[in-house]
């Protein structure tokens, strides 16, 4: 069955502590990407990645981070350095040079 | 710098066909029109795309004007499990993203 993972669905933190949402897909997708929404709004992009151990920044990648290790994966940290990090955060990922992209279920992150 | 336009809201009867409609006036030569649709607390869910001619596919059907600045999206029989919002994007295929608006949200009438 395949598709885009993210785990976990709710996730809750304390403030100051970092954490990392995972995503997964085994569609065979070059290139990945991590968006984040708030209330109403529509989607903005933190990172993205084309490529295995290569990535870059989107409109809003301050207070975050992320790896492309392998193909499939391509986890974000929400870091301590975030100011507003409550919100939906969705995965997406794509063929090369296709620009259809898929998404995944997206993880709601609250930070108490 | 907002790229389309879209109506916030639009409702709908079931069974009848739901055309969504979308501005986008300076739509580039090499820009595609993609539509997306999310429902409450799920991610978008890919429609259909397409760049001068119409298409269609077993969801739904894009009509493009012929100058290309605008478009409407059809669902030609909706049912209550269509109430989501829908956004339209403009996208050239050399991009890395896709610049998602606020959509517009159609709900469905039993």
């Known amino acids: 069955d395949g598709g885009i993972t993210q785990s976990p669905k709710y996730l809750f933190r304390k403030e100051g502590q970092n954490v990392t949402l995972s995503c997964e897909q085994n569609l065979n997708h070059d290139a990945m990407y991590w968006y984040r929404q708030d209330p109403g709004q529509g989607l903005r992009l933190i990172y993205y990645s084309q490529i295995v151990n290569d990535f870059q920044k989107g409109d809003i990648a301050e207070g975050y981070s992320v790896s492309r290790e392998k193909k499939e994966s391509f986890p974000l940290t929400v870091t301590s350095a975030q100011k507003n990090p409550t919100a939906f955060y969705l995965c997406?990922?794509?063929?090369?040079?296709?620009?259809?992209?898929?998404f995944g279920p997206g993880t709601r992150l609250t930070v108490l | 710098d907002a790229k389309t336009t879209q109506p916030p809201s639009m409702d709908c009867a079931e069974g009848r066909a739901a055309n969504l409609p979308c501005n986008h006036s300076t739509i580039s030569g090499n820009e595609y029109v993609y539509w997306y649709r999310q429902i409450h607390s799920q991610g978008p869910q890919y429609i259909i795309h397409g760049l001068k001619n119409n298409e269609t596919n077993e969801m739904a059907s894009l009509i493009i004007t012929e100058d290309r600045k605008s478009s409407t999206l059809i669902l030609p029989h909706a049912t209550l499990r269509d109430t989501a919002v829908y956004y339209c994007i403009v996208q050239a295929n050399t991009g890395n993203q896709f610049y998602f608006g606020t959509g517009t949200s159609l709900t469905v009438i039993p």
């Open positions: 997406a990922s794509s063929m090369a040079r296709e620009y259809v992209q898929f």
